[in-house]
């Protein structure tokens, strides 16, 4: 079974500073991932996915994410943080063959501080 | 492309009625959508998948009876809360996907209140 782990509930950082949402997740074979943002009373917005290929992935907004088999990592980044980018973010995984029941982390609710 | 409406995007109903939620993939036929529960400050849950003219597939734990999922045609999924109880108040979303493409487009959500 497939699972998602968010290293911290809540990251605070100041506007331009570097964003770094962590993501570690558990599959049994290679997984699909993703990353999503979730403003406020709103359905989910995706930012980036790891499907195959490059293991650099980049993204809207200005984000990117590095898949590491090795560490089972999948972290969101961005060099400078912006105050629209305060939201709730989800990191998900599924398996190949489909986008069939994402699994979602805990989530990370991201502050920009002026 | 690939737009996913809800509607209502709120509804407010006495505790044991019904309250019915659609769900629409507006530009692309969904022949799978899903649906997902999200209390406050917490994920998504997921609690059922629903291919188009077959039975729903509900999670562990969430009741059939009480979630009546219909998934008529490939553009329309509709989630029906029956007797519905305060604890049912949550924020509920659906998403949809299509054959050969590895991502679940999101709706934007229906916030359920039960008083």
């Known amino acids: 079974a497939q699972s998602v782990t968010q290293l911290g509930s809540h990251v605070s950082v100041s506007e331009g500073a570097l964003v770094l949402l962590r993501c570690n997740y558990s599959?049994?074979?290679?997984?699909?991932l993703f990353w999503y943002v979730q403003y406020p009373n709103q359905g989910l917005q995706l930012l980036l996915k790891?499907?195959?290929?490059?293991?650099l992935v980049k993204g809207i907004n200005g984000f990117e994410a590095e898949f590491k088999k090795s560490e089972t990592s999948f972290h969101l980044t961005k060099p400078s943080a912006h105050m629209s980018d305060a939201a709730e973010y989800f990191c998900?995984?599924?398996?190949?063959?489909?986008?069939?029941?994402?699994?979602f982390g805990q989530g990370t609710r991201l502050t920009i501080n002026p | 492309g690939a737009v996913v409406s809800q509607h209502p995007s709120r509804v407010i109903c006495k505790s044991g009625t019904s309250v019915k939620i659609e769900c629409r993939s507006l530009?692309?036929?969904?022949?799978?959508m899903f649906w997902y529960r999200q209390f406050p400050k917490q994920s998504l849950m997921l609690m059922a998948t629903?291919?188009?003219?077959?039975?729903?597939?509900?999670e562990q734990g969430v009741e059939k009876d009480k979630f009546l999922i219909n998934h008529a045609s490939l553009t329309l999924s509709t989630l029906t809360v029956t007797s519905a109880h305060p604890e049912d108040s949550s924020f509920y979303i659906c998403?949809?996907?299509?054959?050969?493409?590895?991502?679940?487009?999101f709706g934007p959500g229906t916030r359920l209140t039960v008083l």
């Open positions: 998403s949809a996907s299509r054959t050969s493409v590895n991502e679940q487009f």
């Open positions: 599959s049994s074979v290679p997984p699909y």
């Open positions: 790891y499907t195959t290929g490059a293991t």
């Open positions: 998900a995984v599924t398996i190949i063959q489909g986008a069939q029941k994402l699994v």
């Open positions: 530009d692309f036929q969904a022949t799978t």
């Open positions: 629903s291919n188009e003219g077959s039975k729903a597939t509900y």
